[in-house]
Nanobody, 121 residues
Framework: QVQLVESGGGLVQAGGSLRLSCAAS????????MGWFRQAPGKEREFVAV??????RYVDSVKGRFTISRDNAKNTVYLRMNSLKPEDTAVYYC????????????????WGQGTQVTVSS
């Protein structure tokens, strides 16, 4: 079992930055692929980024603006978000899967509670 707790969301003006954190329980954190997803009101959950031992992937809309990273010693994954846009407004979720990286939300077994990111224009 893995428990995930996100933090770092908030209200920011367009062009601003935030860093989301996701703290994971368990002693095998390094073996999990960790993903970030987001869901805006009335929209489907959307892949944002994923990181494994050797791979990072991003949805096209955040490439060059967002950076995913992990600190296995701290059991934490981060999402640094720069140049934020109003369309980035959503609840951001951290997720884990005991396998390789995947962009499909239904391939993840463990989820955090989500953290709200609101970008004002």
């Amino acid at each position: 079992q893995v428990q995930l707790v996100e933090s770092g969301g908030g209200l920011v003006q367009a062009g601003g930055s935030l860093r989301l954190s996701c703290a994971a329980s368990g002693r095998t954190f390094s073996t999990y692929a960790m993903g970030w997803f987001r869901q805006a009101p009335g929209k489907e959950r959307e892949f944002v980024a994923v990181i494994s031992w050797t791979t990072t992937r991003y949805v096209d809309s955040v490439k060059g603006r967002f950076t995913i990273s992990r600190d296995n010693a701290k059991n934490t994954v981060y999402l640094r978000m720069n140049s934020l846009k109003p369309e980035d407004t959503a609840v951001y979720y951290c997720a884990a899967r005991l396998s390789g990286p995947d962009t499909r939300w239904n391939e993840y077994s463990y989820w955090g509670q989500g953290t709200q990111v609101t970008v004002s224009s």
